[in-house]
């Protein structure tokens, strides 16, 4: 059943990322980027990566993310890995995905090198002041690109 289906609406995956995104800046996250993958793969929307400095920070950023996603806002997580590991956390939302990494971890990896095609995105962008749903914001559509409307 879809989140449609259950009578939820979530926020479009470009807000959601971006939600993610301000999270992991709150937790005293590093170096994070967002990078949109849409005209790349069909697989998912967004990769938000980070970088945390211990496996405490990074256990506290995943554990936030997944209270944001899953009590907030009615998403639902199709996978976690590594999180006992703790070198590189993979939350799944399925069109948006969050890496969590150790630095030397994420150094080794190069994920943004490995997707280099996809497009970095601005954390912050004022139309997300805005309620979604409204004229100002019409978008809620994973797949659609927020635009305001002139």
Not at 79 to 91: A, D, I, M, T
């Amino acid at each position: 059943m879809t989140d449609l289906q259950q009578g939820k609406k979530l926020p479009s995956s470009l807000e959601r990322a971006r939600m993610a995104a301000r999270m992991i800046i709150d937790d005293k996250g590093e170096d994070v980027k967002i990078l949109d993958l849409r005209e790349i793969t069909q697989a998912f929307d967004f990769f938000v990566i980070a970088s945390g400095q211990s496996r405490r920070q990074l256990h506290s950023i995943s554990d936030d993310i997944d209270d944001l996603f899953e009590k907030k806002l009615g998403d639902t997580r199709r996978s976690v890995s590594g999180y006992q590991e703790s070198r590189w956390v993979l939350l799944d939302y399925g069109d948006v995905v969050v890496h969590l990494f150790e630095p030397e971890t994420r150094e080794f990896y190069a994920l943004e090198d490995l997707w280099g095609k996809g497009k970095e995105v601005a954390i912050e962008d004022n139309d997300l002041d805005k309620p979604v749903g409204t004229k100002e914001n019409e978008s809620v559509d994973s797949d659609a690109k927020i635009k305001p409307e002139e």
